[in-house]
């Protein structure tokens, strides 16, 4: 398994526009969790799921964002009517139960102009 | 809520130097983990400390964690410049939370 992807790897939109990511985990793991990161900062939680199930949503996902992990497999992260403040990077990370570590994806950057 | 803290922030060092970076933690987390990021990338798990006590070593760089007092400490020894980096702790409830990162560079 060739790890974590994630898919675009970067993406320009402009304000008001729709925007989806997709997260392929590692096969076999059940659990899967999305994290912003903004320069400089660390990243932070948004959403996690276990198998399909969406189990804990941040406060930072507004009503804007929605997430879905429909066969407990790959997940997207759709952003609706983007806003400037949505720029950053968008890390994938999955994991094998809660006991294991977490492996991210590369990450897709998001610029909203 | 869960607070993760790093100190320091910024760390400039000089090749051949030790030094150690501090992660403290707001309440218990018996898991806690080291990344690194380099600019524009992704992170890349370097440890896993799962107990109290526990210390692993990777090269120049070692991670311990002391439960009890809620900190971990990364040491470096004997710095090179291909460890200059972003490096985050987090600790896992479920989801990790991750402190503010220390951005080391290391100068010849």
């Known amino acids: 398994d060739t790890g974590v992807s994630q898919d675009p790897r970067h993406k320009i939109t402009k304000r008001g526009q729709n925007v989806t990511f997709r997260c392929d985990p590692i096969?076999?793991?059940?659990?899967l969790y999305w994290y912003r990161q903004t320069l400089g900062q660390g990243p932070e939680f948004l959403t996690y799921f276990q198998n399909e199930a969406q189990l804990e949503k941040s406060r930072l996902l507004s009503d804007r964002f929605s997430a879905e992990r429909p066969k407990g497999s790959f997940s997207t992260l759709e952003i609706q009517r983007t806003e400037q403040g949505d720029s950053a990077m968008y890390l994938c990370?999955?994991?094998?139960?809660?006991?294991?570590?977490?492996?991210f994806g590369p990450g897709t950057r998001l610029t909203v102009t | 809520e869960l607070k993760v803290e790093q100190n320091p922030l910024f760390l400039s060092m000089q090749e051949g130097k030790n030094y150690t970076i501090y992660c403290n933690y707001s309440t218990t987390s018996d898991r806690l983990y080291w990344y690194r990021q380099d600019p524009g990338k992704s992170l890349e798990s370097l440890f896993v400390l799962l107990s109290n006590g526990a210390v692993k070593q990777e090269g120049r760089l070692m991670a311990s964690l002391d439960t009890k007092a809620r900190l971990s400490t990364l040491h470096i020894t004997a710095a090179v410049h291909d460890l200059s980096a972003t490096y985050f702790c987090a600790v896992v409830p479920q989801k990790l939370v991750f402190g503010q990162g220390t951005r080391l560079t290391i100068n010849p």
């Open positions: 096969s076999e793991h059940n659990r």
């Open positions: 990370a999955s994991s094998y139960g809660t006991v294991y570590e977490q492996y």
